[in-house]
């Protein structure tokens, strides 16, 4: 049972990565998803939440308007798409399954409720 993330890279401010978070050995559909980040020097933060079904989504204002969570549960893999990208985007970026598999109320960004990470891909900002 795991998470892997991948997509990151190096991006000029303004520019738009797509990261990919891909579940193995459960069936993603069952569960919320969660991305949060950590920039050096900082505490991880949640940035996104999407429940199994994709009808609840949640946004840190940080990200909000520029970043657009998707699932493809076919494919049990979670999209986090980012555009209008900033230095302050500047992060590991780790997708990560809370603890059980109900869909997730009240803060969803509390790294606590979550039991299962990703290893987490590097994404630069920068000119």
């Known amino acids: 049972v795991q998470l892997q993330a991948f997509g990151g890279g190096m991006v000029q401010p303004g520019g738009s990565l797509r990261l990919s978070c891909a579940a193995s050995?459960?069936?993603?559909?069952?569960?919320?998803i969660g991305w949060f980040r950590q920039a050096p020097g900082k505490e991880r933060e949640g940035i996104g939440y999407?429940?199994?079904?994709?009808?609840?989504?949640d946004y840190a204002e940080s990200v909000k308007g520029r970043f657009t969570l998707s699932r493809a549960n076919a494919k049990n893999t979670i999209y986090l798409q980012m555009n209008n990208l900033k230095p302050d985007d500047t992060a590991i970026y780790y997708c990560?399954?809370?603890?059980?598999?109900?869909?997730?109320?009240?803060?969803?960004?509390?790294?606590?409720?979550?039991?299962?990470w990703g290893q987490g891909t590097q994404v630069t900002v920068s000119s």
């Open positions: 990560a399954r809370p603890r059980n598999a109900h869909s997730l109320v009240g803060n969803r960004f509390i790294t606590g409720r979550y039991g299962l």
């Open positions: 050995g459960f069936t993603v559909r069952k569960y919320g």
């Open positions: 999407i429940s199994g079904t994709g009808t609840t989504i």
